[in-house]
């Protein structure tokens, strides 16, 4: 996989950076005219790559989405200024591209790439047409956006077969993380997987059942364990389809570490008891890496939140070298005001610390999936 460190000269290059601002944003007043970045871990973390580039001379269109399809950018321009710490020219239509790069005010970014009214549905479809149009007045095209390289789509995939491209330092990064993750030791590797979604997390725990010590389960994963384990569930959140999603999985093995007391409202189990908190608590200390993405409970309600609160204490007072991901993850220790003890700056913990920014992108390649953003990139091929 070539990188951006593979190319020899940058200086006035155009340069197409598929960047990821897909951040939890709320409306302000009524009638959401006004809205608010809640969350900024993935700007910042796009940052670096940014003010590479410019400092090399490039002249740079970031491209990239938000989660809400119909949203756009234009009334966040403000605060990717401030976050930024440079001014970001908005670009409203793809046709205004190439007046952009004639004129070059600075950096720019084109609208929300999956609202139909910027590229209708072209880019969820992957479509050629779509990436040729944003590919014209390039010289190179950049991904340096990990949590969309699962995404088939226009600006991930199609647009590599128009433009010389590379991967990104965050891209590189990532793969170097996660690719330890999976071929550490066994010894002393704990995999906590929580959270909702069983059908996109089963994969990765079937993919660690010989690869980890221990894997500890929370939230609606461990609630379908349970299930199919034969205990009664009553109202909590189960998958119809457990059986199946778990189909594979011996659910008595010793490697697999399941809640066995719960803190229950209104006939729900909405978080891991005590008991549970301090089994899980004891693997994490004899641990030597600790990889976690999702939530033991339902951790947005103070009430709920303490199994979710004590598993991250936990692996922050580690010595294990820490990998964590997940958009919930990293909102609940955003919560209990210690996310930067899990920056690779923050705590005093001695292993190390690495933040993934991607969700299903993450849980994709630890599951041994092959993303298509990266295999557009020759990823594959580079890493057999």
Request: glycine fraction near 10%; charge should be negative.
């Amino acid at each position: 996989m070539k990188t951006v460190l593979d190319i020899p000269d940058l200086k006035n290059k155009k340069v197409l950076l598929r960047v990821d601002f897909d951040m939890p944003v709320r409306s302000l007043g009524e009638g959401g005219c006004a809205t608010e970045i809640t969350e900024s871990f993935r700007i910042k973390k796009q940052k670096v790559m940014i003010d590479w580039l410019v400092e090399r001379g490039a002249k740079v269109v970031m491209i990239t989405h938000l989660h809400e399809d119909d949203s756009s950018f234009s009334n966040l321009i403000p605060q990717l200024h401030i976050l930024l710490g440079r001014e970001v020219v908005f670009i409203k239509n793809i046709e205004d591209i190439e007046g952009h790069l004639a004129n070059y005010p600075g950096v720019g970014l084109l609208d929300n790439i999956r609202n139909p009214a910027v590229a209708g549905s072209g880019e969820k479809e992957n479509d050629k047409g779509l990436a040729l149009s944003l590919s014209k007045g390039f010289d190179i095209y950049i991904n340096n956006n990990f949590a969309v390289c699962h995404r088939d789509h226009a600006s991930v995939s199609a647009i590599t077969e128009f433009l010389p491209s590379f991967a990104g330092l965050l891209v590189q990064e990532e793969t170097v993380q996660l690719r330890k993750a999976i071929y550490a030791s066994k010894l002393g590797k704990i995999i906590i997987i929580g959270g909702a979604k069983t059908e996109t997390k089963v994969s990765v725990i079937k993919n660690f059942v010989d690869k980890a010590e221990k894997i500890l389960l929370g939230g609606v994963v461990a609630n379908d364990v349970l299930k199919e384990k034969g205990q009664d569930m009553g109202s909590s959140v189960v998958d119809e389809n457990s059986k199946e999603l778990l189909a594979g999985l011996d659910l008595d093995s010793s490697q697999l570490l399941i809640p066995e007391d719960f803190v229950v409202f209104d006939n729900k189990i909405l978080d891991i008891g005590e008991k549970t908190i301090k089994r899980y608590a004891d693997a994490i200390g004899g641990a030597s890496m600790v990889i976690w993405n999702g939530p033991m409970g339902l951790f947005e309600n103070s009430a709920f939140a303490m199994g979710t609160q004590k598993i991250a204490e936990a692996i922050v007072e580690s010595k294990a070298y820490k990998i964590v991901g997940g958009g919930d993850t990293i909102a609940a220790v955003s919560k209990f005001k210690i996310f930067d003890k899990f920056s690779a700056e923050g705590g005093s913990a001695s292993g190390g610390n690495f933040v993934s920014t991607g969700g299903g992108a993450m849980l994709a390649f630890l599951a041994g999936e092959k993303l298509p953003g990266l295999e557009a990139l020759g990823y594959y091929k580079s890493a057999q």
